[in-house]
């Protein structure tokens, strides 16, 4: 992993004396090359709420390549001396404020990853996925960190709280996870089975709820670290695949057992994979 390697290669007593500084739980670190390898050496814009000492930076343009771009979100004015290249953007402003947002979307009308490491109160948390979740490219990755603060009481948490407490559900960014897994699985609430509904079909434009059907693919729970990938979503009348040829699901008798080595080279032909049986 090379983000595991940065740790690993960048550890005193190496003499990088002007390297700024990142402190990270290096949990994230996995799921970091996870969700990002797909943009490598692509051109790619990177909004990151938490600029802090700015430690993530040079290793995010090291990672990803030339083609990166980083957009730097902060209340702290101190951050923009690292405004100092063309392919930096520092923006003061608070994540709690919708209309910060609006001016950021106006301004940056194209973002592909966005990564929320900022103040972590539950406002600013569900504010930003609730501003920025949709406006991210189609196919885009939106990373929200160090969900503890969900039951931390200065971040407006609710300690000792889970998924049976109402008031945990709608307070908490937390909360709000739960919520969307049964949002991205909605269409199956009504009781079909193999029949999905949209169960949403009268939301209003600009939900959240339907934001994660339309627009979610895929939602990834790590420990205090929760990703959605966007992209293709489920479509009505929802497919089954089959390929191949089926038995019945019930007993159907005794059968000659499976010769497995002709069905795997006329495979092996058809996909040309290179294994040698």
């Known amino acids: 992993n ?17 390297l700024p500084a990142w402190s990270t739980w290096l949990a994230y670190l996995e799921a970091y ?8 050496g692509k051109n790619v814009t990177f909004l990151e709420i938490g600029i802090q000492s700015g430690g993530k930076i040079a290793i995010l343009r090291d990672y990803f390549g030339p083609g990166f771009t980083y957009i730097g979100i902060d209340i702290n004015n101190t951050t923009r001396m690292f405004d100092s290249a063309d392919w930096i953007n520092v923006e003061i402003g608070d994540a709690a404020s919708r209309s910060f947002w609006a001016e950021i979307k106006k301004k940056y009308p194209h973002v592909d990853i966005v990564l929320d490491d ?7 948390q569900k504010t930003t996925i609730e501003e920025m979740l949709p406006h991210i490219h189609a196919e885009g990755v939106y990373i929200c960190e160090d969900l503890s603060t969900s039951w931390g009481k200065r971040f407006q948490g609710r300690p000792y709280g889970n998924a049976s407490d109402g008031a945990f559900l709608s307070e908490t960014m937390f909360g709000y996870v739960h919520q969307s897994l049964d949002w991205l699985n909605s269409m199956w609430i009504p009781g079909g089975v193999q029949y999905p509904r949209d169960f949403f079909k009268t939301a209003p434009p600009g939900s959240m709820w339907r934001t994660v059907v339309d627009q979610v693919k895929h939602i990834h729970l790590y420990n205090q670290f929760v990703v959605y990938e966007k992209g293709k979503t489920w479509t009505m009348p929802h497919v089954v695949g089959t390929i191949g040829t089926q038995i019945p699901y019930w007993y159907s008798g005794e059968r000659e ?15 040309g994979s290179p294994w040698k049986w």
């Open 2 to 18: 090379p983000f595991q390697r940065y740790f690993h290669i960048l550890q005193p007593p190496q003499d990088f004396p002007n």
């Open 118 to 124: 900022g103040g972590h109160t539950m406002k600013q």
């Open 33 to 40: 090359h996870i969700h990002f390898h797909r943009y490598r």
């Open 257 to 271: 057992k499976v010769d497995w080595m002709p069905i795997l080279n006329k495979l092996q032909n058809l996909s």
